[in-house]
């Protein structure tokens, strides 16, 4: 185990090694490592909150990779931002390995030293499944980086915790494709502060173009948004660095705007209690799943309850009180 000062000291001083150890450590199964690690993001928070969060989803394929690639460049290049990536994928039996598992997608971000780019665990980490990437979050902020992108895949529930922990969540579509058949679900259209269509070149740009007006009437029919921003809908290249800057004024207008009105201080609170109170129900479902008698104790239910011997409710009830006994 590294020393806790030396990491903490490292991380704060922006050296990578240490940042990577220390994300390393919040993702950890073991026991040991996530009482280290709750040490050392407790020593980081008072340095964390200084940056701007944005979560990105879209269906596999739509060009997150390449979007994170060319759009990370130019807030390093032109608005002198300093930008971390981190991805949330829950669904760890995806086939073809994690998100940003192929950095070489990302041949000039990954290795530019204002950049930190960190690939998804292949599996849960203790505790839940993006317990860890908020506590990434923290170290990257600690570590310096103004800009925390938290790319997820667009298919399931990791929209919305990606949304729970970040400022602005931003979904990228296709033109020429159906809602329907891109996957997307009104509910994370909803959702989401901006929306981009990217691929907006060669023979699609007029479609996306097209697209683009769509999108926008249908935002218009959506409930408003807490926020008090419309979200806004744009074009983009991934491919041909196109748009960017009109994809970040999205964003820095949106960050504006709800600094201003204060929601975006009022989010981070609430994000933070939300947190909280997750840990409190993973914490509880840890001691719970990780005692080895209440364990036995559920196996032996699930057959009485399967064969209708034992309502699931009461079965429910039988296990709390097994529980209740084990705390004494
Ligand atoms: P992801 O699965 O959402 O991360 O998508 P990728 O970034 O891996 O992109 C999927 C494919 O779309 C790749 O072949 C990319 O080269 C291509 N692609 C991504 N962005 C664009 C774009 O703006 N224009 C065009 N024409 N192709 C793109």
Known sequence: MPNLKDLVNGILSGNFTALSKGITLCESKKLEDRKFANELV???LPHSGNSIRIGITGVPGVGKSTFIETFGMYLIEQQKRKVAV???DPSSQRSKGS???DKTRMNNLSVHPDAFIRPSPSSGSLGGVTHHSRESIILCE????NTIIV???GVGQSE????EMTDFFLLLMLAGAGDELQGIKRGIMEMADGMLINKADGENLTAAKLAKREYQNALH???AAESGSTPKVEICSALNAFNL?????????FIQLTTDNNYFEAQRKSQLNAWFKKSIQERLNLALFGNKRINNFINNLETQVIQKQVSPTEAANLVYEEFKKSLL
């Open 160 to 163: 919305i915790e990606v949304k």
């Open 245 to 253: 800057e009109k994809a970040w004024n999205m964003i820095d207008d």
């Open 221 to 223: 029919l959506f409930p």
């Open 42 to 44: 407790k020593a980081c």
């Open 151 to 153: 790319e997820t895949v």
């Open 99 to 101: 998100i940003l598992g």
């Open 142 to 145: 600690a570590a310096g980086f």
């Open 86 to 88: 981190l991805a949330v």
